[in-house]
C-alpha cells in the first residue's frame, strides 16, 4: 500500500473510532434512569455528577448498579469497535489495532464527561475508562482495583481512590507492556494515551478535590445531609 493511500487509510480509521466511541460515551445511563424512571436529574443534586456514586446517595443502590454496568458497558464496547475498525482498515503497518482501542477509550471518556445528547454535561468519566481499560489491559485493572479496594477500605471515599487510579493507571499501563516486552513505539503510545485518559478523569475531579481538602467530601454509607 503506498504511503498516502496509508496515510488516507489512518485518518479515517481514527476519525471513526474517536467518533463511534464519542457517541457510545454521549449515552449516559445515570442521566436516562434519573430522567426516565425517577422523573428528575441527577446532575441537579449532590455532587452534580452522572456517576455511581451520585446515583447511589439519591437514588438507591439500584440505581448506581445499573449506572455502573452501563458506564463500563460503554466503556468496552467503545474499545472493542475502534480495535476493529483499525483492524479493518488497517490490516498491515505502522499502527496496530491496539491503538484504535486506546484512541476509543480516550474519546469514550470526553463523551461520558460532555456528552453530546445531554447539554455537554454529563459524569466524571471514571467508570467508562475503567471498561476501556478492562477491554485492552485487564491485568492493569485488576492491580488497579486492587490499589482501590485497600484505599478504600481505609477512607471509605470512592473519589479519593479514582483519583489515585487516574493517576496510577499510565505507569502500570507502561509496566506491563514493559514486562511484555513491547516495542518503544509502542509504550510510547499507549503511556501518551493513558496519561490524557488519567489526566482527564482527574480534572473531571477538582471539584472533589476541593472538599477533600476540606475535609468534606462525602464518605460511602454517610447518610444524606
Partial sequence: ??????????????LLAALQAYLLGSIVPGILLSK???????????????????????????AAVFTAVGDVGKGVLAVVLGRLLFAWLLPAGPLE????????????IIG???????????????????????????????????????????TRIVSLGSILVAGL??????????WQHATPTTMAFVFVCAAVMGGMVIYMHRENIRRLKDGTEYRFGQKKS
Fill in 36 to 62: 426516565y424512571v425517577y422523573h428528575d436529574d441527577v446532575r441537579t443534586h449532590g455532587s452534580g455528577s452522572a456517576g455511581m456514586t451520585n446515583m447511589l446517595r439519591n437514588f438507591g443502590k439500584a
Fill in 169 to 178: 493507571y499510565p505507569f502500570a499501563a507502561l509496566a506491563l507492556l514493559a
Fill in 97 to 108: 489495532p491496539v491503538c484504535g482501542a486506546y484512541l476509543a477509550g480516550i474519546f469514550v
Fill in 112 to 154: 461520558h464527561t460532555k456528552p453530546l445528547y445531554f447539554g455537554f454535561k454529563g459524569g466524571k468519566g471514571v467508570l467508562a475508562g475503567a471498561g476501556a481499560v478492562l477491554a485492552t489491559q485487564p491485568a492493569v485493572v485488576l492491580a488497579l482495583l486492587a490499589v482501590f479496594l485497600v484505599q478504600f477500605a481505609f
Fill in 1 to 14: 500500500m503506498a504511503a498516502s493511500a496509508y496515510l488516507a487509510r489512518a485518518a479515517l480509521a481514527c
